[in-house]
Structure formats: structure tokens, C-alpha cells
């Protein structure tokens, strides 16, 4: 039989730090590997924005960069408006019942 684990209360600190563990960015391999799309893409976009950012990265690399980071951008908001029910173009109706008249 397995050691049973003692039980404790949740403190303010233990909250704080799984707070801070949640809103810790990933790295990209650590997105990839939980499965989400829109995590992976804003890790990329990290990894493409300290790239961006670095004074040695080369010029010949900096217009590739550049597009890559737009692209993943409207992919990361296309995902946002996709899931926001407010922002998104499909309309979510309730079925009708057809009465077999017109189209």
C-alpha cells in the first residue's frame, strides 16, 4: 500500500506562487507538448520578438523575422476571435423547425 499523503490547508502563498506558475510564459517545446495551438503560437511569437529585439541578430534575417511575427500575430488573434463568442462573424442561433416551405 502507498504512503498516504497528509493533507494541509491552502495559504495565501501557496496561491500566490500557482498564480505565478500559470502566468509564467512556456517555452515553445513546453506549448507544443500541453497541446494548444494559441500557447505555442505565443510562445513563438516570444522566441520571434527576442530575436527581434536582440542587436545581434543579422539584417538579412530581421525582414523574415519580422513577417513571421505579423503572421503568427493574426494567427493568435484569429484563435481569440474564433473563441470569443462577442467578437466572432458565425452566428450562434438556435435551431429552427422547418415547416418544408421555401429556401
Known sequence: MPPRKKLAAVT????AAAEAEAEKPKTILEAAEAGSRLEE??????RL???LDDP????RDLAALSRR???IGRDI????????EDHSVVVSADDEVWDGTGY
Do not use: F, G, P, S
Open 69 to 71: 511575427q505579423i503572421e
Open 49 to 51: 520578438a527576442k530575436a
Open 41 to 46: 503560437l505565443k510562445a513563438m511569437r516570444r
Open 77 to 84: 488573434e484569429a484563435i481569440v476571435v474564433a473563441e470569443d
Open 56 to 59: 545581434n541578430t543579422a539584417a
Open 12 to 15: 495565501e502563498a501557496d496561491i
